[in-house]
Nanobody
Framework: QVQLVESGGGLVQAGGSLRLSCAASGSIFRINIMGWYRQAPGKQRELVAR???????AYADSVKGRFTISRDNAKNTVELEMNSLKPEDTAVYYC???????????????WGQGTQVTVSS
């Protein structure tokens, strides 16, 4: 069964850094776009960053210059390096990926369980 599992969340002071990691597992043929979303209480889930299979990247304006997304296609992992963290970055961060399972004939969307990031001031 294909799964996405995040790790690396935690509590950090404003100005600090965290690195989030997401690993896809299971019988996978290909992974196209991988990305990170976040959702704060009372807010809609929003895209933070995404990367294609060729490592083209895009970022939300709120995190440009502070966050960096990267991926390892051989390991089916995606990372999010978060620097200069602000209290407004506090949210549950979710890994997202378009994955083509070997048992399927098409891409399917998968979500991780989420990891909490809390930034204190």
């Amino acid at each position: 069964q294909v799964q996405l599992v995040e790790s690396g969340g935690g509590l950090v002071q404003a100005g600090g850094s965290l690195r989030l990691s997401c690993a896809a597992s299971g019988s996978i043929f290909r992974i196209n776009i991988m990305g990170w979303y976040r959702q704060a209480p009372g807010k809609q889930r929003e895209l933070v960053a995404r990367t294609t299979s060729r490592s083209s990247t895009a970022y939300a304006d709120s995190v440009k210059g502070r966050f960096t997304i990267s991926r390892d296609n051989a390991k089916n992992t995606v990372e999010l390096e978060m620097n200069s963290l602000k209290p407004e970055d506090t949210a549950v961060y979710y890994c997202n990926a378009d994955i083509w399972p070997r048992a399927s004939s098409e891409y399917q969307e998968y979500w991780g369980q989420g990891t909490q990031v809390t930034v204190s001031s």
